[in-house]
Structures are given as structure tokens and as C-alpha cells.
């Protein structure tokens, strides 16, 4: 652990000056470590201290120090331990599902949404009758029916 | 149109659930677990780590097989490599073949494990673990010894230096080269 620590701290100091002399911005180890899988825990390298994360941390450490680009450092890791040691899914193949996946369930979802008020909106309300309708009283029982709300007026 | 459209949501959406149900169920049955004793070892073939070319199990059918996985950033397999190349040294006249398969390591310093130990017997690399998945392997060291036949004889979670397994280990190869 403690050579650990000590190889990724010599590799920061002598990457330090050595970045003058980099052709391009220097990639971090903080976005390295988001990016990349630790193999045997199956977290990204950010969140494991395992062995195994370890030594790649110290891999990444001497690359950036070497100048060597995110792609570059991506590819390495990526011919060692295959695509599944990069977090996210590649862009070609069956691993654009991943990408298209959500975007097509957040249409879809938009579009059964946009049909549900749709259909809400064109809802009609039950139209106030103009005239009233026949109560279905005898006229005897409705002339006596009204003289005799008559009185409460 | 209307009661056709709703059917058609349910249709959809009941497709949905049954096809992550079906993800669920696939995923579950297809875990991958290690082989018994008496099984056949899962076949397969590797890039070698100490050399140009590829290996494969099937190329060793007729002789027993000790399979060992291993990582460089693995401790108790430091203390393990001696007594494999031991018992390598002592065994490969018998016709035993030794094969190391490093497993979730960087190539160099896998290379550099197998210098600094002094190992002579054929190692494989297995960088992204879908071979030492198959073998169900948890943790490293693990080590299978297999038949003739390709079967497995027997299975040693842990480091073969443990109490116990150098029996059993020795055990082992006699049984697969009998």
C-alpha cells in the first residue's frame, strides 16, 4: 500500500514539470478513475482501493506522466482487460442499445404522455340541458308541485 | 380507435414486463458457477502471457492438467508460485502439465511476476476474466486439477501452501494421472 502511494506520488511530482513539455492538456487521474472499471470489484476505480485498483492506478499515473492521452490511456487498458474495463459502453455494435435505449423510452414516454392530454383535453363537458327536461310527473301533481314551492318564494 | 390504441399500450407494455422478466430468468439460470468434480473443465482458449501464440485446454486432452489462476497483485499467490514451480519441476517428467492462467492483470506486471519467480510452466493471459469466470473463480489463487479426460478431479480455493490442500493437491494429480 505505502509503495503504492509512494510510486503515485512520484509519478504526480514528475509529472508536474514534465507537462510543459506536453503537446496537449494533460488528462487527470480524478476523470481516469471515473471512467475506468476496477475488474474485481466491479466498481469504477474512483471507488475501490482493491489490489487489482491499485496497480492500475499506478499504470494510469506513469501514462499521464508520459503525456499519453485519455484515448490512449482508454485504448491500453482496454487491449489488456477488454471493453469492460471502460464504464461506459462503446459506441458501436450491441452496446449502442445503452445509449439509444433511454432516449427512445424517454420519446416513447413523451409521446404516451403528449396522447394522454391530448385525449384529456379534447374530453367534452357534460352540456347544461337548455330546456328542462320532462320530470315525468302527471301535469295534476306538477300544478300542485309548484303552487307549492310557490310558497317558499 | 380508441379502445384499439388503448390495447395496443397493454399489448406493449405487458411485452415490456415479460421481456425483463425473461432478462431476469435468463440471467439467473446462465450465472456462472464453477464445475463440479466429475464435470468436463470448460473449454477454452488463451493468448499466452509469456510468449507469442495461443493455447488452448483441448490441445492437452490425454494428459492431466493442474490449472492454476493466479494475479500478480494477488499476495498469497506469491507465496504459492515456489511451490508450483516445485511441483512442476517434480511432476512434468510424469507427464503433468502445469498451466497458469493470470486473471484482472496488467500484462507487465504479470510478466514481471512470472521473472522475478522464476516460472517455467506455460502461462496464459486472461485480462478481461471471461475464461476464469467460467471457472467460477471468486478469488485468487484457485487451482483445478483435471483428469485425462478433461474432467475435474478437484477444486482448491486458496492458496495449495494452505494446511490441508498439499495433501489434497498431491492426492489430486495421482487420482488424474492414474
Known amino acids: 500500500m505505502l509503495r503504492v502511494a509512494a510510486v503515485l506520488a512520484a509519478a504526480l511530482v514528475f509529472a508536474a514539470p514534465a507537462a510543459a513539455g506536453c503537446a496537449h492538456p494533460r488528462t487527470s487521474m480524478n476523470y481516469l478513475q471515473g471512467q475506468v472499471m476496477c475488474p474485481t470489484c466491479h466498481t469504477t476505480l474512483a471507488m475501490s482501493d482493491s489490489p487489482a485498483a491499485q496497480r492500475i492506478r499506478v499504470f494510469i499515473a506513469h501514462r499521464i506522466a508520459a503525456c499519453w492521452t485519455t484515448q490512449q490511456i482508454e485504448a491500453a487498458l482496454v487491449a489488456n482487460y477488454g471493453q469492460g474495463i471502460l464504464a461506459a459502453p462503446s459506441h458501436k455494435g450491441f452496446d449502442l442499445l445503452a445509449w439509444w435505449l433511454p432516449i427512445v423510452g424517454v420519446l416513447a414516454g413523451g409521446i404516451v404522455l403528449a396522447f394522454g392530454v391530448w385525449r384529456w383535453s379534447g374530453r367534452k363537458e357534460p352540456e347544461e340541458p337548455d330546456e328542462p327536461t320532462d320530470s315525468g310527473l302527471d301535469e295534476e301533481t306538477e300544478r300542485r308541485l309548484d303552487d307549492l314551492l310557490a310558497r317558499f318564494d | ?178
Open chain 2, 1 to 178: 380507435m380508441t379502445r384499439r390504441v388503448k390495447a395496443t399500450g397493454q399489448v406493449i407494455a405487458l411485452a415490456c414486463v415479460a421481456g425483463l422478466l425473461a432478462l431476469l430468468v435468463w440471467s439467473v439460470v446462465h450465472q456462472k458457477k464453477a464445475p463440479e468434480v466429475g464435470a468436463m473443465a470448460p473449454a477454452f482458449t488463451l493468448q499466452r502471457l509469456d510468449g507469442p501464440g495461443r493455447v488452448s485446454l483441448a490441445s492437452y486432452r490425454g494428459k492431466p492438467v493442474v490449472l492454476n489462476f493466479w494475479a500478480s497483485w494477488c499476495q498469497p499467490c506469491k507465496t504459492e508460485a515456489a511451490v508450483l514451480q516445485r511441483d512442476w519441476t517434480t511432476y512434468r517428467g510424469r507427464g503433468v502439465v502445469f498451466l497458469g492462467v493470470d486473471y484482472h492483470d496488467l500484462n507487465s506486471d504479470a510478466r514481471r511476476f512470472v521473472s522475478a519467480h522464476a516460472l517455467t510452466f506455460p502461462m496464459l493471459e486472461d485480462g478481461s476474466g471471461s475464461v476464469t469466470s467460467r471457472y467460477g473463480i471468486s478469488q485468487v489463487p484457485e487451482t483445478y486439477v483435471l483428469n485425462r479426460q478433461g474432467r475435474v478431479v478437484a477444486h482448491l480455493r486458496g492458496p495449495i501452501t494452505d494446511p490441508g490442500f498439499a495433501t489434497d493437491f498431491q492426492n489430486a494429480i495421482a487420482k488424474a494421472a492414474a
